[in-house]
């Protein structure tokens, strides 16, 4: 596909219609729909209605001559035409979002990163690392919660950076990988000498069967993984406690009231002090990688990427 820029600034692509650079709205509403997969989420970034979103991409295909989303039950997909206008026009729409009024050109002072992640996670690790850039002035806005509902909400532009527990999928958010959780199979002292006979003759899984399992979430998702990774069964136990939190677990494990798998990182305090236990320790851990995922056109803000960078340097020691 053969792309030709005209002298007066226009932009050919594939062949197209001249699309004229002037023509800012139509651009960046584009763009917002192209990053947050969705006439309908783009609306709100915008400040506008969706009537109008979808009028200016008409508009905006009218001018190409070609379709630049192929509309889906859930989202618009962009078509060839749409990424290779994106990769023209992102730079510099950025660049001059920059200068809107969120940065220190204008204000003297940029504008909040918005971080959000699993809650454990950011009051355990994250904010002890970002607390120099506090210091120096960086501004934070976190937000807690699962990865879904937290990807979605930085598709549509309400995040910076997620902190997320899985690669996320398509091909407009950014993500690096971040770090790995081990996680462990644990109880408290008296459960595991409740269990020991059992646990060493016939092996974990059949010594906790009837232990109450202590987890984040209805359908057991780390232990569940767990289960599969290391010993390549299906978990077929019910919850006794769910709790939104890993510190609520470990703190219900620890006092007793059945067994978990936690990230070791959360936990090791107690594991060191006996607190917990570890009824498993597999040759090959369980592993879970965390990944750092960005929302497109965020490093207009430059604290963006100094937040950035400062956890991928923290993280090293996670």
């Known amino acids: ?32 729909v ?17 009537p109008t979103v979808t009028a200016q991409i008409r508009a905006l295909e009218q001018q190409t001559g070609r379709a630049l989303f192929s509309r889906l039950p859930r989202g618009a997909e962009p078509t060839h035409l749409a990424h290779d206008l994106a990769g023209h026009i992102a730079g510099p729409l950025d660049a001059l979002a920059s200068l809107g009024g969120r940065n220190t050109v204008l204000t003297g002072r940029t504008a909040p990163v918005h971080l959000a992640g699993p809650a454990e996670l950011l009051c355990a690790r994250a904010l002890p690392a970002l607390a120099p850039l506090v210091a120096e002035g960086v501004r ?61 003759a016939d092996g974990p899984c059949a010594a906790v069967r009837d232990v109450p399992l202590i987890t984040y979430a209805e359908d057991l998702p780390i ?8 010993f390549g069964k299906r978990l077929t136990a019910e919850a006794a406690v769910t709790v939104p939190d890993l510190r609520g ?5 620890a006092a007793g009231a059945g067994y978990s798998v ?15 236990v570890p009824l498993h320790e597999p040759e090959e851990p369980s592993l879970n990688t965390l990944f750092l995922v960005q929302r497109p056109g965020a490093d207009a803000n430059p604290d963006v990427a100094r937040v950035r960078e400062r956890l991928q340097h923290a993280a090293r020691t996670w």
């Open 262 to 276: 936690l990230p070791r990182y959360l936990c090791q305090d107690e594991l060191s002090s006996g607190g917990l």
């Open 140 to 200: 934070l806005r976190i937000t807690m919660g699962l990865t879904d509902p937290l990807l979605e909400a930085l598709r549509a532009g309400h995040h910076d950076l997620v902190i997320s527990t899985r690669r996320p999928g398509g091909r407009t958010l950014t993500s690096l990988p971040l770090a790995d959780e081990d996680y462990v199979l644990v109880a408290s002292p008296s459960w595991a000498r409740r269990v020991g006979e059992r646990l060493a």
């Open 249 to 253: 677990a470990v703190s219900a494990v």
């Open 34 to 50: 192209y990053r947050s997969g969705s006439f309908t989420a783009a609306a709100p970034l915008l400040g506008l209605s969706q």
């Open 1 to 32: 596909m053969e792309d030709r820029t005209h002298q007066d600034g226009d932009i050919v692509i594939g062949g197209g219609a001249p699309t004229q650079l002037g023509d800012l709205n139509l651009l960046r509403t584009f763009l917002a």
């Open 223 to 230: 232990a569940r993984r767990y289960w599969r990774n290391v």
